[in-house]
């Protein structure tokens, strides 16, 4: 079982991820680009990654924004789709 706290660091990654790659989760959703189901899986993709601390110093080193997710991002495919639209 994974703990809500896992869950909820996961969520903040993707998150972080996405605004990164200029994509707006919440648009996607209003627009049906991206599902909730979607998302769900996406979080649950995250939380399955080895080492989230790499991806938060990743994310500290791109405060401006990266045209691309490090490639051991396990929701590299869904964003850089989003980032399409």
């Known amino acids: 079982m994974i703990s809500l706290k896992k869950l909820e660091r996961h969520q903040g990654?993707?998150?972080?991820?996405?605004?990164?790659?200029?994509?707006?989760?919440?648009?996607?959703?209003?627009?049906?680009?991206?599902?909730?189901?979607?998302?769900r899986?996406?979080?649950?993709?995250?939380?399955?990654?080895?080492?989230?601390?790499?991806?938060?110093?990743?994310?500290?080193?791109h405060p401006d924004g990266a045209d691309h997710t490090p490639p051991y991002c396990r929701n590299a495919d869904t964003l850089a789709r989003l980032a399409e639209d």
């Open 13 to 39: 990654l993707v998150q972080a991820m996405a605004q990164t790659r200029g994509v707006d989760l919440a648009g996607a959703l209003t627009t049906g680009d991206l599902s909730a189901t979607d998302l």
């Open 41 to 61: 899986s996406a979080v649950f993709r995250c939380t399955a990654c080895s080492d989230p601390d790499a991806c938060e110093e990743w994310l500290a080193r």
